[in-house]
């Protein structure tokens, strides 16, 4: 079994700045990609910032400039620091994660994190 923990979550004034964590943990052998993704109400998931294994970074154009995605492989963690943020920010965040894990055999499968609240007021 593998999870997704986030944290960091919360309420922020516009312009301010939130950092989010993601663990992954179980039967791990490889983390491939991990990601941000963000659902505002009404609206479809989108992908907010992504990276691989091998540290290449891709970022929604909304977020570029403002936020940063970053590892730390030693403790299967992603970060994302979110700074002058917006109130068209607000939305709740999952982690995701490309995953080779072990089980019966080995396999690869995406794994999502429960999801944590980011509001920004005005």
């Known amino acids: 079994q593998v999870q997704l923990v986030e944290s960091g979550g919360g309420l922020v004034q516009a312009g301010g700045s939130l950092r989010l964590s993601c663990t992954a943990s179980?039967?791990?052998?490889?983390?491939?990609?991990m990601g941000w993704y963000r659902q505002a109400p009404g609206k479809q998931r989108e992908l907010v910032a992504a990276?691989?294994?091998?540290?290449?970074?891709n970022y929604a154009d909304s977020v570029k400039g403002r936020f940063t995605i970053s590892k730390n492989n030693a403790k299967n963690t992603v970060y994302l620091q979110m700074n002058s943020l917006k109130p068209e920010d607000t939305a709740v965040y999952y982690c995701?994660?490309?995953?080779?894990?072990?089980?019966?055999?080995?396999?690869?499968?995406?794994?999502w994190g429960q999801g944590t609240q980011v509001t920004v007021s005005s």
């Open positions: 990276i691989t294994s091998g540290g290449s970074i």
């Open positions: 995701n994660a490309d995953i080779s894990h072990w089980g019966v055999t080995m396999s690869t499968d995406d794994f």
């Open positions: 179980g039967s791990i052998f490889s983390i491939n990609a």
